[in-house]
């Protein structure tokens, strides 16, 4: 049995033999390769490879920052964790996301006044374009909504009075009607403004090799953080269309549509047969809200915090 350490194991080896054929790329492939060493318990190694991350400056090298605070703060090691910090406040990175991730990593260690401090300074960073005005919103899940939300969330713990910024923070609205994947274009065609909201059916990630070894040819590769990245990188682009589409993640494992199909006598392969069993899930409550809180457990079912999993706001 192939267990979730090392799966990420092998994905790491993955990665790190694609670095001699993609220089341009370097950066970004030591980052996920150290995530995945570090989940997989090899945190010696995910340090190595973040620090030759930092080395390389830019974007890349602000980002390695944050990330070896984090691997250092869950090893314990918070002096070394706090000079990466100082580092990185010292190095003063062009890209917002550094200061936004910092602030949520001191937020979540309840450190409430240094991560308000990174959250001012994201906000400082952001154009006005960025941020709510008279005819702008940028709504929830954009990247200047969350860094408002989390500016809010501290000084809400801190005990602070509301701010200008505070009231402007876009809440998620209520749950409009059900519109399957199949009817969204003829939904957003019929009323461009209404909100809808959009069942995707998905397989959840220990359940993607069964998938596959059950099925190849409906799952063609057993690649779960391809299929998966692809999805949540999908459904951020739908969230902030102009539509302001909500989103439902409904999971299907090998033995529910095992049981359906031989339940019903329909056969697998059938798209009209998975929606079927997309609309028995979905009505047996079996939903899952996207995008999840950011400290709850990711909708992908890795069993980690979807801020530290397909929630990550440099994810590619």
Known sequence: MVTRSSADARHARALERELPDYPDERGEILLEAAHHWHRAGEHGRAIALLTECVELGGEDGGLARCSLADVLFDLGRGDEAQDQLDALRRDRPASITPYFL?????????????????FNIAVSRCTEEDLPGPDRDPGPLSFAGMILAGRRRVR?????????LDNKVVEPGAAPPFVDQAGLDDALSDNASRSVQVRVLFWPR??????????PQLVQHRDADTFLRERELAN???AVAP???????????VAKLTEYAERTGKDVADDATRKACMEEIADEGGVIDWPPP?????????????????GRPDLH
């Open 236 to 238: 951020r682009q739908l």
């Open 156 to 164: 809400r713990a801190l005990g602070l009075p509301a701010d200008n």
């Open 206 to 215: 220990p359940e993607i090799p069964l998938a596959h070894e059950r099925w």
């Open 102 to 118: 910092v602030g949520e990593l001191l937020e979540e260690r309840r450190e409430y006044d240094e991560a308000l401090r990174w």
């Open 243 to 253: 539509n302001r589409t909500r989103i439902v993640m409904v999971p299907l494992t």
């Open 294 to 310: 950011r400290n709850a457990p990711c909708w992908c079912g890795a069993g980690r915090k979807y801020k530290k999993c397909c």
